[in-house]
Every structure is written in C-alpha cells, then in structure tokens.
C-alpha cells in the first residue's frame, strides 16, 4: 500500500535533495498549465496505464504522487505499486494543500 506524504514533509524532502524525488502530477494538462509543482512529470490518471513505462527512476529516487487533492494520485499510486515500483507515495491533500501549507504562490483552484 502507498505511503501518504504531507505536503511539510514533501517540502523538506526537496529542499535537502530535489533530485531524490521524481515528482509525477496524474491531473490533466489543463489543471497542470495552471498550477503545478516545479520540476515534475505530467501522466494524467487515464493515460497513466499506456505511459507508466516514461516514469524513469534513478537509483534512490522516491516517486511521489500528486493531484489536486489527493484521491487520483492515491489511485495512481496504488496501479503503480502494483506494475512494480517501490516506495511510492501520494501527497496528501494534492497540489491545494501544498499550495496552503507549503507555497502560496501556486494558484489555487
């Protein structure tokens, strides 16, 4: 089963090493044009079977999952967990609470 993540802790785990995280959004691109994480990968949740094989980890890297609120990323998290990845996690509350909690910046929606 995935691992949820808070938005606090996803924050501190970029600012030590942002390239120990590959960030995936599963929103759509027009959700994604409007506000996204800096730095991630863009699959939405419905093309996410035919494209899960883009997904190219490094060693030690932690895949983590978002949307917007947090109910795809945990779906899409689980599908890939069982295509084999390890170690993902989904970001709790999605791209609306990291924008509260994290960065203000990130329009909210």
Known sequence: ???PIRPLDLKARLSADPLRVYLLDVRQPQEHEFAAIPGDKLIPLDELPGRAQE???APGQTLVVYCHHGVRSWHAACFLEAQGFEGVMSLSGGIEAYSVE????IPRY
């Open 1 to 3: 089963m995935p691992s």
């Open 55 to 57: 997904i190219d980890l």
């Open 102 to 105: 994290v960065d203000p910046a």
